[in-house]
């Protein structure tokens, strides 16, 4: 004979059911979650304005042609685009706010949407970003590349 309803313990089918349906639902949601927080980007980090000028950011060695460095504790990236030409630009994306987190192939690249920017001018080569990296004032004193 069957046991009646009010005897029996545990979760029932149904109850197994849909939770699994809905644990499956909030997975599915949390992967349209975007990075950053919504609305317009944010202001670049405090720690690249909060470096005094005259603070010495690297060699000239230390910067490739063609190439450059992120400096994420000064919230800077250093880009040498030509031989002996230096320039500089915040690393944060205009996008949402991430951190820009390499120069590789002639562009500064964002990890988040895939923005990049041009290491000679900062300048949007690949959205969503939708306005240049900041720039940020350099000198070259000697062999070392200094905040303005």
């Keep these: 004979m069957a046991e009646p309803l009010s005897a029996r313990t545990g979760p029932t089918r149904r109850a197994v059911v849909a939770g699994g349906c809905g644990l499956v639902g909030g997975a599915v949601l949390s992967g349209c979650a975007t ?26 060695a230390d910067v490739p042609v063609g190439g450059g460095l992120v400096l994420a504790a000064q919230g800077v990236v250093l880009t040498q685009p030509e031989p002996g030409t230096f320039t500089a630009f915040g690393a944060t994306c205009t996008h949402q706010g991430c951190a820009v987190t390499e120069v590789v192939g002639g562009t500064i690249n964002c990890p988040c949407h895939g923005s990049k920017f041009a ?26 590349v200094l905040l303005a």
């Design 35 to 60: 990075y950053g927080p919504a609305g317009p980007a944010p202001a670049p980090a405090p720690a690249g304005a909060a470096a005094p000028a005259g603070t010495r950011l690297a060699g000239t």
């Design 119 to 144: 290491i000679a001018d900062g300048s949007v080569t690949a959205g969503p970003a939708p306005s240049p990296l900041p720039t940020k004032p350099i000198t070259v004193e000697g062999d070392g």
